[in-house]
């Protein structure tokens, strides 16, 4: 039996002022993938991320969320999305614990109540995620890399079905990025979460992930990283020559 698919893209395009940035992208994400999405810089991997959680619209072609056209699609929280980092400023009036709590309004609602269901759910991922001991500290006042494991813990308080992260670990010590790969792997493994890594580490794809895409500007490359990684197909991406160190956790 198939995987169901999470993410259909068929024919995508998307242009900023006329200049296109994606040209008939066609990719199928199915349940339970983990999928690394590289590319030079510019060739489109974030805007292909924002059109895929329909922030951006393709001027053509067609995008499907969990088997529903995006423009029809409601059911936003079984989707964690980590956007590319920015650095909160330390006077973001916000503490930890309430900028993982702000990610369960897509189920709640704006204006609703938390639950004690709510109060749990945060709990748990802020557990999860060894932050109890932040959870009332302004999250500007914590270091780059425990405010992108605030972010990550946001992205994960719904029990998303699917985990979108763009660039999550610049800026990150290696320590926390091994972290950071053992817990993507246990939530892939243990409940099957469909997760989308794009990266510009060349090498992460090659020891963490599943299944790669190539993107520049077209869908390159789609499928094992192994093969990709020993074909020509690299060098015309990125520069000849690169060579891909790999290691295991
Ligand atoms: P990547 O994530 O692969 O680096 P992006 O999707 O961020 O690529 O950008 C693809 C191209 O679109 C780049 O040339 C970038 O300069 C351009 N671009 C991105 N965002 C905008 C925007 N808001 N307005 C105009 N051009 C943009």
Redesign the pocket.
């Known amino acids: 039996m198939s995987a169901r698919p999470v993410v259909e893209l068929a024919g995508v395009c998307y242009e900023?002022?006329g200049?296109r940035?994606l040209d008939d992208v066609t990719l199928t994400i199915e349940e339970g993938d983990f999928l690394g999405i590289i590319?030079?810089?510019?060739?489109?991997?974030?805007?292909?991320l924002k059109v895929m959680l329909g922030l951006l619209r393709p001027s053509c072609g067609t995008v499907r969320l969990f088997g529903t056209d995006v423009s029809r699609f409601q059911e936003w929280w079984r989707i964690g999305y980590l956007p590319q980092g920015t650095a909160f400023d330390p006077r973001f009036p916000a503490t930890v614990e309430e900028v993982v709590a702000s990610g369960r309004v897509s189920r709640q609602g704006v204006g609703r109540l938390f639950t004690q269901a709510d109060r749990e759910a945060v709990e748990h991922v802020l557990e999860l995620l060894g932050l109890l001991d932040e959870r009332n500290r302004r999250i500007g006042h914590l270091s780059l890399g425990q405010q992108q494991r605030v972010l990550i813990a946001r992205a994960l308080v719904n029990h998303p079905d699917l985990i979108v992260l763009?660039e999550p670990l610049v800026g990150v010590d290696a320590p926390s990025q091994e972290q950071f790969y053992r817990l993507l792997h246990r939530l892939n493994r243990e409940q099957g979460t469909t997760l989308v890594l794009?990266t510009h580490d060349v090498g992460v794809i090659a020891s963490e992930v599943a299944k790669l895409a190539c993107?520049n500007r077209q869908l390159i490359y789609h499928g094992c990283p192994e093969d990709f990684l020993e074909s020509e197909a690299l060098a015309k991406v990125y520069r000849p020559g690169v060579r891909i160190v790999s290691h295991t956790h």
Do not use: S, W
Not at 39 to 48: E, I, M, S, Y
């Open positions: 900023y002022d200049e940035v590319g030079p810089n510019g060739a489109g991997k974030t805007t292909l763009d794009v993107l």
